[in-house]
């Protein structure tokens, strides 16, 4: 069936939605199936050129460009994606699509009567400043809990971060601070006890690292104010608590702490677009598979999640 594909998982191509964004003067990839004879009809406010093996070298060069903007050059994610990019090329029609002009729009290709469509936003870039806090909480009896993270894991945190809102949202983050925290929470039963939200937010919460955007504690154990959480995002305050070992329930493949912790930045990105809602809408959803899903979760991100972190 000719239809417009990703080229790669979670990559900025929704193809269950017919849908994909496109970063204002960046660059995403959709493949185009079985489209054999298939031209180009329309594309307002995009520039779209086909990927051959003549022109691969001028695609690497723009698509390492936009890694860069989304501080992923280098990056693993990335260098897998470019490989994957690179695998497909004699097997599909690869489109490399930039985004001239803020706004709706869509493409369209045509074969006599047959046609097929891609809606596509192309939506300015979003950059935010963040700091990881590598918690150990210890109290007046002796008793310690200290996160299993450290600082040599910032970069790769900081990847997982720009890789899932990057290609996905054209929301990347840069790295303002990453340091250790000592916290005295007095006479709280830490042996008895995971870290509850209560705690968090009256003795650690304030001591986030004031000049970034938003702060992520990382803590051995959590347990939210409503006791129904592992992790939780203080919206007021732009900071989060992520577990080390949060009990998520995600797709077979999915890393259970890297989707939890892009959940608990989410909440913050959305309470960032959505100021009017932060008090009354909790920002997850039912859509199995998707991040914030009260169901399966996975750190993709889909047409609908993404409008709510990057307005279009
Ligand atoms: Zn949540």
Not at 212 to 233: Q, R, W
Not at 251 to 269: I, N, P, Q, R, S
């Amino acid at each position: 069936m000719t239809q417009f594909d990703e080229v790669a998982p979670k990559a900025g191509v929704d193809a269950a939605n017919k849908f994909m964004v496109v970063s204002l003067n960046g660059v995403t990839v959709v493949a185009l199936d079985d489209a054999k004879g298939f031209q180009l009809q329309d594309a307002k406010k995009l520039d779209i050129s086909e990927i051959t093996t003549k022109t691969y070298a001028k695609t690497l060069h723009a698509m390492h460009d936009q890694f860069a903007k989304w501080n992923l050059d280098g990056a693993d994610q990335a260098k897998n994606y470019l490989a994957s990019v690179h695998g497909q090329l004699s097997a599909s029609r690869l489109l490399l699509v930039k985004g001239t002009a803020h706004g709706e729009t869509a493409i369209q290709f045509a074969s006599g009567k047959n046609s097929v469509k891609i809606r596509v936003a192309v939506v300015p870039p979003k950059q935010f400043n963040v700091a990881f806090k590598f918690v150990e909480v210890t109290n007046n009896a002796g008793d310690s809990k200290k996160t299993k993270w450290d600082k040599a894991k910032a970069q790769d945190f900081l990847n997982v971060l720009n890789w899932t809102f990057g290609p996905q949202a054209n929301v990347s983050f840069n790295l303002a601070d990453a340091a250790p925290l000592s916290v005295n929470v007095k006479d709280f039963p830490l042996k008895d006890s995971a870290l509850t939200g209560q705690v968090f937010q009256n003795l650690i919460a304030g001591q986030k690292y004031k000049s970034a955007d938003l702060t992520v504690f990382l803590v051995k154990d959590y347990i939210s104010k409503d006791k129904k959480g592992m992790s939780e995002a203080f919206p007021d305050e732009m900071v989060c608590a992520v577990a080390d070992d949060p009990p998520n329930v995600v797709l077979k493949g999915e890393d259970k702490f890297e989707v939890t912790f892009a959940h608990e930045v989410c909440h913050l990105l959305q309470d960032i677009q959505q100021p009017s809602e932060a008090a009354t809408v909790t920002g997850h959803h039912s859509r199995d598979g998707i991040l914030m899903s009260t169901g399966k979760e996975s750190s993709r991100v889909d047409e609908a999640l993404m409008r709510r972190i990057n307005v279009p």
